[in-house]
């Protein structure tokens, strides 16, 4: 039953637009002038016309197309291939010898065609024929085609049972050679879109594609509108000019050189190469001492710093010092709203307001007027990027104010002189018997419950400004209370 | 009754249309003629009076709901072999049309392919027309003149699919094959007559009946030598 809905299947078979160019070398092969000479093929007592050798075909190539030998031979081979000559004495071979084997052109009706494929109901007759002239003996593939198309087409199994029947006996009005002819044709057409096991599909292609590529397309009016929005749109887009972002390229470039493993090396040794993982234990998350690479990268840029863990925590302590270490702890909680659990984020929200944002809040970050009235009408429906604006105010923040303060602190300087640069490696020798000692690291479950351990043990300790306040603010409020008592 | 003749409108369809496919196949080969090209359209139209005969009275039955189970389900496998020999039809009636386009009989410069036929396809069509000989009487450039008409009824036998697949609910799935697998050799064709389709006769056949043979030798040998070596042991004993 047909039903006309909108069609989001591939179906479609994708261009091939060789076919055409064999075409019509095919038909310039048939010029009694200029094309190829043909011979008889005696087949027992009968003879039938139009066979050619193979030589005669590469000959033909090589002449009228002017090419090598060896692509010559390679084209007709394709066009055996594809099905538009097919070999004469070994029927099941479908390559082009360069000798006296005889070969024929088939006939257009089975000239593989771009709009269709070889159906399934004719390769259901053609089997059923074959059936009856070879009472039955068919070959092991054809035999699974045959029970394979019975289940898979079952009803139509009656026509294909009638047709190839009435195909059979209308042959029969044909001359003698004319129907021999006629099975070597079919049978090559087969062989060529059946291909049996283990030889070379041809006209396999892939995947059928969304859009048919021979339909031809009336653009409407509504076609020409859309195209002339979308250009309109393209023209305001911000451009950099690429002589702007080559240049920044080739300075991130310069800037990264030294510290890409792969261009400049890495030490003590490339772990992949040596066996050695002892780069991947000195440049661990948070590891006691870093490499003096990594703490020089912080020096490069603001990002490249917060990126690393090992950088925010030593990032952390120069905060801590300066009063302003509820910046990167807002920092911080924001991200992990933003990648964490879905199901947490309406609690984990409501957490930050109260700790940073309320006022009165133990960590009150210090933020404009604007961003805080945007941040508190987003919290009545909390969802994960509810705090973008004010985590990056914060980050300007930090970036402007606080980051150049650091790289000229005595914390970060402390951190340079302390990073470790680690020897050049040299090659363990396999220990008695050949034996490789195997660490292994430890389980990413509990390398994530130390980081919480230690994130809850930070907030435990955090000492900010305003308890501080507070607390002083009690206790002289307590002293008051007491003193006129 | 009505099955009766249902049936056989099907199978003069059927002939047909097994015809008109023997005749798309010459198009463009050595024995394609003007009169190949009249037999087509001659057998085209037949192809759709008994496409439309058999529809007609496919669905004045279909429709009919007095019909009892057993014949509705008859009439609907009917009806799938009918729309499945429509298709079929459709098909080479397109293929027909794309290789009448390209191979023009009356132009010089194009020459038709040598694929090695020579004889006629006039006992074909008059198979089809269930005649005894065919007349040709239409004009010496039929295969370009026809090729309108072509598309006409193209276009009218697609609009008839249509009509059929809207008017009729017949899912096709759901009709069962009466024929097993194998039918088609249990029928009283004489197959030998072709001699030269036993040529090519497969590698794999020659094989299996020396193979055969080999193992008939082999076992009488063996049975042979041990009735010899019996006789020896009673004559010694």
């Known amino acids: 039953m047909t039903v006309t809905r909108l069609d989001q299947g591939q179906r479609y078979r994708p261009r091939m637009a060789f076919l055409k160019k064999i075409e019509t070398l095919m038909m310039e092969m048939q010029s009694p002038d200029t094309g190829i000479k043909t011979q008889t093929q005696t087949v027992m007592v009968a003879s039938i016309p139009h066979a050619v050798t193979g030589n005669d075909i590469m000959q033909w190539i090589l002449q009228r197309l002017q090419i090598t030998a060896e692509e010559a031979l390679h084209l007709g081979d394709l066009f055996v291939k594809y099905g538009y000559i097919y070999p004469l004495q070994e029927p099941k071979n479908l390559t082009l010898k360069a000798d006296g084997s005889l070969y024929r052109f088939q006939t257009p009706y089975f000239w593989p065609v771009q709009s269709w494929a070889a159906d399934d109901t004719d390769y259901a007759i053609y089997l059923a024929k074959k059936n009856i002239k070879r009472k039955g003996i068919l070959e092991e593939y054809e035999k699974e085609h045959y029970n394979m198309l019975n289940q898979k087409i079952n009803y139509k199994w009656d026509f294909v049972i009638m047709q190839a029947k009435e195909q059979y006996k209308a042959g029969k009005e044909r001359k003698k050679e004319d129907r021999y002819a006629l099975d070597c044709q079919e049978r090559a057409y087969w062989l060529v879109n059946r291909t049996p096991p283990g030889m070379l599909d041809a006209l396999e292609y892939g995947l059928d594609r969304v859009t048919d590529p021979s339909e031809n397309k009336k653009n409407t009016m509504e076609f020409y509108r859309r195209e002339i929005m979308y250009y309109q749109q393209a023209i305001l887009k911000t451009r950099v000019k690429s002589s702007v972002s080559l240049g920044g390229i080739v300075k991130y470039s310069e800037q990264f050189l030294s510290s890409d493993p792969i261009l400049s090396g890495c030490l003590p040794s490339n772990p992949w190469i040596s066996d050695d993982p002892d780069f991947w234990d000195l440049n661990a998350k948070l590891v006691e001492v870093p490499t003096r690479m990594r703490v020089e990268r912080w020096a490069f840029n603001f990002s490249e710093l917060i990126r690393d863990p090992k950088g925010r925590q030593n990032f952390q302590l120069f905060l801590k010092k300066e009063f302003s270490g509820e910046n990167l702890g807002f920092w911080e909680a924001c991200e992990d709203l933003k990648y964490g659990d879905q199901s947490k984020v309406k609690e984990k929200a409501e957490e930050i307001y109260k700790l940073f944002l309320a006022p009165g809040a133990r960590r009150w970050i210090n933020i404009d007027g604007k961003t805080m009235g945007i941040t508190v009408k987003g919290l009545e429906h909390p969802h994960r990027y509810v705090l973008d604006a004010a985590q990056t105010h914060i980050y300007m923040l930090m970036k402007k104010d606080s980051y150049g303060r650091y790289l000229k602190s005595p914390i970060y300087k402390e951190m340079l002189a302390k990073a470790v640069v680690p020897q050049e490696g040299v090659k363990k020798s396999t220990g008695l018997f050949g034996r490789r000692h195997l660490r292994s690291s430890p389980s990413p479950i509990i390398l994530r419950q130390q980081e919480e351990e230690a994130k809850a043990r930070e907030a435990a300790n955090t000492v900010d400004i305003t308890q501080v306040m507070s607390k002083l603010d009690r206790r002289n409020q307590l002293q008051k209370e007491a003193a006129p008592k | ?237």
């Open chain 2, 1 to 237: 009754m009505v099955k009766e003749e249902c049936k056989a409108l099907l199978d003069a369809l059927n002939k047909v249309t097994a015809c008109y496919r023997h005749m798309v196949l010459t198009i463009g080969g050595t024995s394609d003629s003007q009169n190949l090209r009249e037999e087509l359209k001659k057998t085209r139209q037949k192809a759709q009076e008994l496409a439309v005969a058999n529809r007609n009275k496919l669905t004045t039955v279909l429709k009919d709901k007095t019909v009892s189970k057993e014949d509705k389900a008859e009439f609907e496998r009917l009806w799938v072999i009918f729309s499945t020999c429509l298709e079929i039809l459709e098909i080479d009636m397109r293929r027909a049309l794309e290789l009448g386009h390209e191979f023009p009989l009356n132009v010089p410069k194009k020459h038709l392919i040598q694929t090695g036929m020579s004889g006629g396809t006039s006992g074909v069509a008059a198979r089809a027309m269930s005649v005894q000989n065919m007349k040709y009487e239409a004009e010496h450039n039929i295969d370009v003149v026809d090729l309108k008409d072509l598309e006409n009824e193209i276009n009218q036998v697609g609009e008839m699919m249509y009509e059929m697949e809207m008017k009729v609910n017949v899912p096709q799935w759901t009709v069962e094959a009466k024929q097993d697998p194998g039918a088609e050799l249990k029928s009283t064709i004489s197959v030998g007559a072709s001699s030269i389709g036993m040529i090519s006769v497969e590698e794999n056949k020659s094989f299996c009946d020396i193979s055969k043979v080999l193992a008939g030798i082999i076992f009488t040998a063996v049975l042979i030598i041990a009735i010899v070596l019996a006789v020896c042991v009673v004559k010694l004993s």
